[in-house]
């Protein structure tokens, strides 16, 4: 799909510096390869620094590893916070986060150059702050959102930089080895906004250009562990077998199920599965996996896990195994404050832009700030739904459209539309 | 189980050595951890090393890193070769191989205490060499019994050295780091004898001593890669996900209900399954596993192999992936020479062992070995079955039995009793 729009040269400039941020870890396949804290975030990062200082702004990074950019218009009034997250998963998408974080500093040059024009008479109520959350995808270093979790006290800071990845590797030493590891505590928020791509199928099949995000999907994140015995595959009876592998993929396949049995409404997955000792002769002992329930319905949700733990005991029978619920962790389907989606719902309409309210089913930073202060999140269509992969696609037409929406709502945040 | 018998002064110093040998790469649970090549595998050999120069035995490494142990009676004579390996499976067991390279050892020391006491008229027709194979396990290095495999012509030379572990290091440089590669080309061989722990229950339910390894089960190893599609784990719709995961489970599921289609006449495993990205919050694009089917009866292995290339289409239309058969191998059930098993029969009934024929199940050195030189293979019971575990266990009374009974199988052997 090409776009044959005519841009404006404001337009064409971000287009321009989308291209040159998917440049930092590159993958062959035209896609990113940019974990957290790894050599090539770091090196976005240093990018990043350079467009928003050139532009008047000044970069501090917090203990998280959180990055801002101030723009102080108003001495000491709070700040509206504006960004998304630039690491990725391993041979993902240009576009998710990296899309969030560069249109919130083309929102914010733009609404600072209008401050400008306008002079005295234009000076807003408060001031602007884009942010690059550190690790927003979880997938080096667990948890996801982990950044934007310290900045709401939702994680302690300690307990983010002790993180360890598989090889041992700190969040704190992963942080020092790029730099981006700061004392600054960060800005006071008055209100946040974010930008995304949905990541699904449902506004590109409806011909819609901007997602007004007004609630997230509830989610079950179980981690399993399940508990065989190391044994010679060749030489020891099926009787005799302990199988954590068997166990775990009658999980996998348990999981599946339930989706099957609630079909539309309940999405299930394990992404993630690990094998010990993993030799090709040896009968796995030990398995953990990451299995996830995730409904815009609770009570759904509430009976998928109570139909996956009534599986457990039958597979812990035929694989002979013990399986243990190690960490989980879950959230409820939680509104972002009416207030914003009416105000974005407002600016679409305004800027003729085809809108609808829609639901997120991942998470996202702004899930996160929503429980400390008002927030607008919205959404610009995936085309195919495809993401977490290196052929996720969003049309520039799109990203330009969304671009201008989170401009308008951040200049009317920042003018105080929401206020009293 | 504590073993009370009074063992004679040799007696004690093989099982003295046997604790030595244990406390090289020893984990915490009785067990070890000493995979080819590693630091502890070093160490083990170095000291393996002293014990056979110790006792007059010139040692040479040859270039695919088998250990060799060379005592020459007859100048230019062939050899009897002796052996089996001291590398180990992670967190495996203390006997696996271990014990057969020290049995084989002492066995070679007192059978030449024999001819040296002798004289002139104790003089074999063989010489005797004691050979420690290199990664016969095959979990950091693939395929397993490499050494045997290059000793015996099966396996180049060149290619063993080039694969590499899941870090990336190859067997030349593995090799090199523990200073185990050598130039010698290794001692032309007569006749081979190996002894090892059963990995089975039937022995010890028998109250059977030593086992006459008569031929070894039929085994059909295959890499299966389930191709899928990289996803959000939350937002992908089910109905668009092509889930690598879920198929493999599939796989391995498919894998038990075989076995349990024909009980205790087929066994089936994956001990390996490797998940790309790994990552929680991504659908898996691309899993590896390795897939093993065993039987005694090549009828039933072929009516199985049928039956899981059945089941694929099935698991690739429910996933929505693709399975590819990326390598696999193959070997029939095969005899030792039974001329060997009658050999080994009439040492087991002469010293009064309690006896019988069995099959072996797993792969060893031997079964590479004979097929090019007339070989015994011989088992000693494994207390409840239990290996490639921190906990496997073998009587001092049985080990001590195995040795006596290789050490007068080797006797015999280097007499020339299998001659014309």
């Known amino acids: ?24 870890g590159a993958t062959e396949n035209g896609g990113v390869d940019r974990q957290a804290a790894s050599a090539p975030d770091g090196e976005q ?24 950019g101030l723009y102080e218009a108003v001495a000491g009034a709070p700040y509206v916070v504006v960004g998304s997250h630039m690491d990725s998963q391993p041979t993902a998408g240009r576009y998710d986060g990296a899309y969030g974080v560069l249109a919130a500093a083309h929102a914010a040059f733009r609404v600072v150059e209008k401050w400008t024009a ?15 959350w550190f690790n927003e995808e979880g997938s080096r270093f667990k948890p996801s959102m982990m950044g934007s979790s310290v900045y709401t006290g ?34 006071e928020a008055a209100y946040c906004a974010e930008i995304h791509i949905e990541q699904g199928r449902s506004m590109e099949r409806e011909g819609i250009t901007i997602g007004l995000v007004h609630s997230n999907w509830a989610a079950n994140k179980y981690e399993f562990v399940v508990h065989g015995g ?34 539309g409404v309940l999405h299930t997955s394990v992404g993630q599965l690990t094998v010990y000792p993993n030799s ?18 609770e009570s759904v949700l509430a009976e998928a896990d109570a139909l996956l733990h009534r599986r457990i005991p039958g597979i812990e029978r035929l694989a002979n195994v013990q399986v243990e619920r190690n960490q989980s962790h879950s959230w409820p389907v939680t509104p972002y404050q009416p207030e914003g989606v009416e105000l974005a719902a407002k600016v679409a309409a305004d800027l003729g832009l085809a809108n609808k309210p829609v639901m997120t089913l991942a998470g ?57």
């Open 230 to 263: 190391q044994a010679h595959t060749g030489s020891t009876v099926i009787a005799d077998r302990k199988d954590a592998l068997l166990g775990a993929s009658m999980m996998v396949v348990a999981a599946r199920e339930l989706a099957d049995h609630f079909p």
């Open 280 to 297: 090709p002769v040896v009968v796995a002992s030990r398995v953990s996996l990451l299995l996830d329930l995730r409904s815009a319905d």
């Open 45 to 68: 990062r240093r990018w990043l620094t350079g467009l928003l200082v050139a532009k008047g702004f000044t970069v501090k990074f917090d203990g998280a590893g959180n990055q801002w």
């Open 154 to 187: 939702k994680l302690e800071l300690e307990t983010a930089l002790d993180t360890t990845d598989a090889a041992g590797v700190s969040v704190r030493d992963a942080l020092d080895a790029i730099g981006c590891r700061g004392d600054y505590g960060g800005p």
């Open 364 to 420: 996202h930073d702004s899930t996160n700030m929503k429980d400390i202060v008002p927030t607008v999140m919205l959404f610009v269509p995936s085309v195919d739904g495809i993401s977490h992969n290196e052929h996720e696609y969003t049309t520039d037409e799109d990203i330009v459209a969304g671009l201008t929406m989170l401009t308008e709502v951040v200049n009317r945040l920042c003018d105080g539309a929401l206020e009293d």
């Open 118 to 132: 306008a002079g005295p008479a234009g000076r807003p109520k408060f001031n602007i702050a884009v942010v690059n």
């Open 1 to 24: 799909m090409t776009t044959t729009t005519t841009l404006s040269t404001h337009d064409a400039a971000f287009v321009r510096d989308l291209h040159v941020m998917s440049q930092f």
